[in-house]
């Protein structure tokens, strides 16, 4: 395809002992699978014995191996633009399994019987939305019907193995089509099964004549630029999470979805976390979702609030979130214009968002403030008055202090 490979795999008729033989720094790191790592230089190869699986108990790994011939080994691989052999030395491609063909209409389909394939390896389920989407090629029909029959087996991979196809698929520009393979394959119902309730949950046709709370959260993903964080992609997909838990209807007719944001702030971080995702992608994922809600009222916010929610870490994938939130529904920007407009205006503050600030509690307590809860009180209030532009140095700060504090409740 033209595409520089992110690495190399070799296949060879030498068997293991003899590659490590060939190749003395090296390591048998899948002996028991005909499998060998040659290090040279900074490069690693991953060299594999042509073989013969066994059969396959877990849906993962065969129970044995026996070393065969490039062709054999070519039919126990997944898919048929997969299973291409490259002949360095006499500058050939070995095709058992007719996979330039399938290459040639980019179709995706799986060498020989699609339901033992995926039987073999039940990620592989996964692996053809995720060539589907990133190469954007057809699923051959056999091969889907075989997808559509065995996505329930999905479950019996690990969380890990499941979590890393799921980023490939949505951190790929081409990710709206992965979503709605996953949907139509059965799949999603599997591995996410909270986004299918979304479907038929309606909202107000007021803020969203899009439709249903799982049209908005397609359309978002549509929206979004070609290279995300998983923590913004991740927020787009759980960012409406709850609205069918809190879904009512006033006696008027409106509906409406109180607390939406805080319950799907929490169903966001037990998901993520049973897709065994680390912190730093959890974290500002469930505090995209908690704040999402925050954004209507940035212009009513005196500027002390507004600079402290602008200078939270993850705030520029939020302002992508709003951003898309309100594209694919309202198409109000008022707010996210508001606040690139104070960007640019506290820009050119010399000063940080959030300065150092002006004292510290120890000053306080030498006072004679006695410490407690209202030390604390006293510096939030202090540092409220620095951020509006009112105090602007330690001494105005504690000339401040000494004039107030007795009236602090």
């Known amino acids: 395809m033209g595409k520089e490979p992110k690495d190399y795999d070799i296949a060879t008729s030498a068997r293991p002992d003899e590659v ?5 720094k090296s390591f048998a790191v899948g002996a028991h699978f005909g499998v060998i790592l040659v290090r040279e230089g900074q490069h690693s190869f991953e060299i594999a014995t042509f073989r013969n699986d066994g059969e396959y108990a877990d849906g993962r790994r065969p129970e044995s191996v ?33 996979g330039r063909q399938d290459l040639a209409r980019q179709v995706l389909r799986a060498i020989g019987d699609p339901r033992k394939r995926f ?7 996964l692996r053809a939305v995720r060539f589907a989407t990133v190469l954007g090629f057809e699923i051959e029909p056999g091969t889907w019907a075989a997808m ?19 980023s490939r698929i949505l951190l790929h520009p081409n990710r709206v089509r992965g979503f709605d393979l996953l949907v139509s394959s059965g799949l999603m119902a599997s591995v996410l099964p909270e986004i299918l309730v979304l ?8 803020f969203h004549p899009e439709g249903d709370v799982f049209i908005h959260t397609r359309i978002m993903l549509g929206l979004l630029p070609e290279q995300v964080s998983l923590s913004l992609v991740w927020s787009v997909l759980l960012h409406d999470i709850a609205k069918p838990a809190t879904f009512s209807r006033d006696p008027d007719g409106r509906i409406r979805f109180n607390g939406h944001d805080k319950l799907g702030a929490e169903m966001a971080e037990e998901i993520l976390r049973r897709l065994k995702y680390p912190n730093d992608v959890i974290e500002p994922t469930v505090e995209a979702v908690a704040n999402h809600m925050v954004f ?30 309100c594209q694919s529904s309202n198409g109000f920007s ?14 050119h503050d010399p000063l940080p968002l959030i ?7 120890h000053e306080l307590m030498s006072l004679g403030i006695p410490k407690g809860p209202q030390v604390g009180e006293l510096l939030t209030a202090v540092q409220n008055l620095q951020l509006e532009g009112v105090l602007t140095s330690s001494e105005e700060a504690m000339a401040w202090v000494k004039e107030n504090w007795k009236s602090t409740p």
């Open 119 to 125: 039987e073999e390896d039940h990620l592989r389920l």
């Open 334 to 347: 008022d707010n996210y214009d508001f606040i690139r407009q104070k960007q640019e205006e506290f820009g």
């Open 199 to 206: 479907q038929g949950c309606e909202q107000p046709p007021q």
């Open 66 to 98: 026996t070393f065969t011939t490039a062709e054999e080994d070519a039919h126990r691989r997944d898919f048929t633009v997969n299973g291409l052999f490259y002949d360095p030395i006499n500058d050939e491609v070995l095709d058992y399994v007719g």
């Open 355 to 361: 300065p150092k600030p002006l004292i510290n509690g």
């Open 148 to 166: 559509l029959e065995m996505a329930p087996k999905i479950t019996s991979i690990s969380a890990e193995r499941i979590r890393e196809e799921l």
């Open 296 to 325: 209507k009222d940035v212009q009513k916010m005196r500027i002390s609030r507004l600079k402290r929610f602008m200078a939270r870490p993850g705030f520029e994938d939020e302002m992508e979130l709003h951003r898309v939130d």
């Open 20 to 24: 490590q033989r060939l190749f003395p």
